[in-house]
């Protein structure tokens, strides 16, 4: 059984571009979150996606947006990248309503 | 918000050696997480602990809840036990979507 996938696993971009950070939950499970993990710190919750809905947000601008599709999977996108934008891009998959979070191994990405 | 604060930010420790990492929090909480995150920077769940001790074979932790603190004991670790670890809380009571994470401990053991 799969756990939660990302892709990609690192990726490079230029200050002003736009990406977009892609995950697969675990089976079974309908909600899907975003953290931010910047380098010696903890994670810091941006977005919960579950019913193709955004739920929650976390204290981010509105450069970072996402999306979920119907089979759960969901899209992190941030756009006019700055170089604080560098970090580690967690997506953590659970059944809604539930702690029992799966997290994958995340996306690095370098702002440069 | 709430707060969270874990103690030692850095721990070295010979191979065998016994380790408690503590994870203080700034209001009450109806659930704890701990999470060691591999090399691979993957977080895996150790312990649902909002209250009382678990074990998990080398791996134990005790939350007390009125006192708004939790730990993890690593007893005779070994160098795969390596890598950060982490506390989380939800950042209200009931609320299953947003985390809050402290700074976490990184743990190094020696062979």
């Known amino acids: 059984d799969a756990g939660v996938t990302q892709s990609p696993t690192h990726l490079i971009k230029t200050r002003g571009q736009q990406v977009t950070l892609r995950c697969s939950p675990k089976?079974?499970?309908?909600?899907v979150s975003w953290y931010q993990q910047a380098l010696g710190q903890g994670p810091q919750f941006i977005f919960q996606y579950y019913e193709e809905e955004e739920r929650q947000r976390g204290n981010f601008p509105d450069r970072f947006s996402g999306h979920q599709f119907p089979n759960y999977s969901s899209e992190l996108n941030v756009n006019a990248l700055l170089l604080g934008d560098s970090a580690l891009y967690l997506c953590a998959s659970s059944p809604r309503g539930s702690y029992g979070y799966t997290f994958g191994s995340g996306t690095r990405l370098t702002v440069v | 918000g709430i707060q969270v604060e874990q103690s030692p930010p850095d721990l070295i420790l010979q191979e065998g050696a016994n380790s408690t990492l503590r994870c203080n929090f700034s209001?009450?909480?109806?659930?704890l997480q701990w999470f060691h995150q591999n090399p691979w920077g993957q977080l895996i769940n150790l312990f649902y602990?909002?209250?009382g001790t678990k074990q998990n074979g080398r791996l134990s932790a005790t939350t007390v809840a009125t006192e708004r603190y939790s730990l993890l004991y690593i007893s005779s670790s070994q160098t795969t036990d390596s890598g950060v670890y982490f506390c989380?809380?939800?950042?209200?009571?009931?609320?299953?979507?947003?985390?809050?994470f402290g700074q976490g401990t990184t743990l190094q053991v020696k062979p």
């Open positions: 089976s079974g499970h309908d909600t």
């Open positions: 602990i909002p209250s």
């Open positions: 209001d009450s909480v109806n659930n």
């Open positions: 989380a809380v939800p950042s209200d009571s009931g609320n299953t979507g947003k985390l809050i």
